[in-house]
């Protein structure tokens, strides 16, 4: 421990001090971090921005004057006693000596208690223009591996200042698991198992904050890793935690799997029965990836991707008028047919001005009317990162700080809006986007003017007749930035796979680190290197043996969710599953306004309405993220599918599948190999086929289209229908 500044009561009275005397308790180093570690300024207790029972701090001590002012300075200065430092209310109500709500947070023979206690002493100082803070913490170990019966590791935390100043802070920092069933921390930084399985513990200090991530594992002899060959380094990342966690991947999908899957994910439709077949008489070794090619180049290509942008995006008439919602539509539809760059793409939204019908990406910002929601729009959607909580405070889950929130905010301070010039009404006229040269933002808690900044970096000093939307967006795609990348390629490979490396998708911090850190590392890199090449990369996945591997568990996969070592079945999205019911049926849907023909994928206006969209979880389209679009399965899906007129109405129509079938001369086995071709795309396993043929000719009295109507509701009721796998 720091030898503490001796009170000049004592050497008044001829005490002599040791040769060496450290500084006095620092405020901003020590009291605030005990603070935040006893729980003091959490959300929950006096961080709150009321404050609790009269008493308010700043939530995890990131407005440091307000605290010294609530500590020192209300209620008469109560709080605190310089002559008679333990008689203080905050340590009396801290130690639960006096009656505390929260209750005891303090061990009054505790290191905390008495550096809070020397601090009062001492003349409650505030140091906050000499106490420079902290650049960086450092954990270690930053990972470890325990095998049992090791069972706990204890972690320190250093930290280090701009002069170059290292300082084991351990004892003031405070510790966070992400799963308190498997593992819990105490707060000197030891952590103990519960059961087997990876960990993350965040330190926080001073309001940075680093992960620790540690695997308790239990001893598994018999474990032989397979050793499955890789395709690309895709599979040598997996492949290589999937080892260090003792799981073994499971086999590669079949062909029949395989076709399905690569169909729905790049383009987003069922593939045709003639196209199954076809694969599957293809006897050439390298047929996957030629597929995969020819699935890239497929018109359905632009449709299926830019309907995942344009959740994202904001088409929906609501925000940009009923044209403005087509035409915005057709440019990002455009984007993705020609392979336009990631960063490129980015760039032409973020910087979009004029008519968001001459210029359609202008519509982006038509929904965001206030600098901070676009602030908080554009980091979640092209850096992953989720700013709102640093608008009113520091961000209590990660390194933003208040001042990078209105910093990014400052960037987007200029845009305005002009009516016109096209302009019937609310839901159909047309908004110019003005990039003008004045606009100021004021921050909250200082009352002065925000210049803009980069997240954690420089401020930025813009020539009044330049954009300064430029500046952010060249700073934003630049290669080397540490967040655009690493977000749209951990988005692609969500889309693929479905669980993004980093989960949220678009969460993406140091306390939410990815499942495999290397992974991501190689995808962004990748990435980088072919220029923001969508394709390349959705190619690259799509080829790995990892985006191939089937959904069989093993004994060691079964619990597998986050580490792709098995395919894990998703519910199919709302349009592609009523795209593939109209193609299963032969009955195409009728949007009204749409020429014939038109498919729910390719609908361009989120709000268009549709009873079925709407029921499988169609997205709003009014935020960035991902978490719009419900993949939940619910019981009106369920009543929609099976009683419904929906269904039903498809299954009788005159001109469908059903009909058609009946009418030909096929055999019932012949009938009933299509229909599994047309919804699950395979071909039936012999049981059942003997199953269904055994039911076709039982059901005797009905008409054999009213059989064949039975077969297919079932195939399109089917789990293996509804989801992909």
């Known amino acids: 421990m720091l030898i503490r500044l001796i009170p000049t009561t004592l050497l008044a009275f001829g005490f002599s001090p040791p040769a060496t005397a450290a500084e006095p308790v620092s405020l901003t180093r ?79 023979d505790g290191d905390l208690y008495r550096l809070l206690r020397d601090w009062i002493a001492e003349g409650a100082l505030d140091d906050r223009n000499r106490s420079p803070r902290p650049t960086t913490i450092a954990v270690t170990p930053a990972q470890t591996i325990l095998d049992a019966p090791a069972a706990s590791a204890t972690l320190k935390v250093v930290a280090a200042f701009p002069d170059g100043a290292k300082q084991d802070v351990t004892h003031l920092t405070r510790f966070t698991v992400n799963d308190e069933l498997a593992a819990r921390v105490r707060a000197d930084g030891t952590v103990t198992r519960s059961r087997p399985g990876e960990v993350v513990v965040t330190a926080e200090y001073m309001g940075l904050m680093t992960p620790a991530v540690i695997l308790f594992r239990d001893p598994n002899p018999d474990f032989r890793w397979p050793d499955p060959p890789s395709q690309n380094y895709v599979d040598e990342h997996v492949f290589a935690k999937l080892k260090i ?65 344009s959740d994202r995006l904001g088409v929906n008439q609501r925000f940009v008028g009923k044209i403005g919602a087509v035409k915005y539509h057709q440019w990002v539809r455009g984007a993705m047919a020609t392979n336009v760059p990631e960063d490129k793409f980015a760039r032409t939204i973020l910087t979009a001005a004029g008519s968001n019908y001459s210029n359609p990406p202008a519509g982006f910002f038509r929904r965001l009317r206030n600098p901070e929601l676009r602030a908080e729009e554009v980091a979640q959607l092209f850096m992953g990162a989720r700013m709102q909580c640093a608008k009113c405070h520091n961000h209590p889950g990660e390194n933003w700080t208040q001042d990078d929130y209105y910093g990014v905010a400052a960037f987007f301070a200029r845009v305005q809006y002009r009516d016109g ?4 009404g609310i839901y159909d006229k047309e908004e110019t986007v003005l990039a003008k040269r004045d606009g100021t933002l004021l921050h909250p808690r200082t009352g002065l003017i925000v210049k803009p900044k980069f997240p954690g970096g420089a401020v930025v000093d813009v020539p009044p007749e330049g954009d300064v939307r430029a500046a952010f967006a060249n700073w934003l795609t630049a290669p080397n930035n540490p967040y655009f990348a690493r977000a749209a390629a951990n988005r692609i490979w969500f889309h693929l796979l479905g669980r993004g490396v980093v989960e949220p998708v678009d969460d993406l911090r140091s306390t939410n680190p990815p499942s495999v850190p290397a992974l991501l590392d190689a995808l962004t890199a990748d990435l980088v290197r072919s220029g923001f090449d969508r394709k390349h990369l959705i190619r690259t996945i799509m080829n790995s043996r990892v985006y191939q591997l089937s959904g069989r568990k093993n004994a060691t996969n079964g619990d597998d969710v986050k580490y792709f070592s098995r395919q894990v079945p998703r519910r199919i999205g709302a349009e592609a599953l009523l795209d593939a019911v109209c193609d299963a049926t032969g009955v195409p849907e009728s949007f009204k306004g749409f020429p014939a023909g038109t498919r729910a994928v390719q609908l361009p206006d989120g709000e268009f309405p549709y009873p079925f969209l709407r029921v499988f979880g169609r997205p709003p389209r009014a935020s960035a993220c991902e978490c719009e679009r419900e993949t939940d399965t619910t019981l009106h899906m369920a009543l929609m599918l099976q009683g419904g007129n929906f269904l039903q109405d498809k299954l009788l129509a005159p001109t469908g599948r059903v009909a058609s079938l009946a009418a030909s001369k096929v055999t019932d086995r012949e009938a009933v190999e299509e229909m599994f071709l047309l919804t699950l795309s395979r071909q039936p396993t012999a049981a059942e086929t003997e199953k269904l043929l055994a039911f076709l000719a039982k059901e005797a009295q009905k008409t054999r289209r009213q059989r064949f109507e039975d077969v297919l509701h079932a195939l399109l009721n089917h789990p293996e229908f509804l989801f992909q796998h």
């Not at 605190?80 to 000596?97: E, F, H, N, V």
């Not at 439709?269 to 699935?295: E, G, Q």
């Not at 010039?421 to 019937?424: D, G, K, Q, S, T």
Request: charged share 30%; hydrophobic share 40%; proline share 7%.
């Open 421 to 424: 010039p096209f302009f019937v």
């Open 30 to 108: 020590e009291v605030i971090p005990i603070l935040t570690k006893a729980g003091c300024n959490s959300g929950t207790c006096h961080g709150t921005p009321t404050g609790k029972n009269g008493f308010r701090l700043s939530l995890r001590g990131y407005d440091i004057a307000l605290d010294i002012h609530t500590l020192t300075r209300e209620m008469g200065g109560r709080r605190i006693d310089r002559i008679a430092p333990d008689r203080s209310l905050i340590l009396q109500k801290g130690t639960a000596l006096a009656p505390h709500e929260g209750g005891r947070r303090l061990d009054p």
């Open 245 to 309: 966690l003792r799981i073994e991947p499971a086999p590669l999908c079949t062909d029949e799997e395989f076709v399905r899957r690569a169909y729905l994910d790049a383009i987003g439709r069922l593939p045709a029965p003639a196209d199954v077949l076809a694969f599957l008489a293809d006897k050439d070794a390298t047929k996957r990836s030629k597929l995969i090619d020819t699935l890239l180049d497929q018109p359905e290509f632009a449709d299926w991707w830019a309907l995942k942008w």
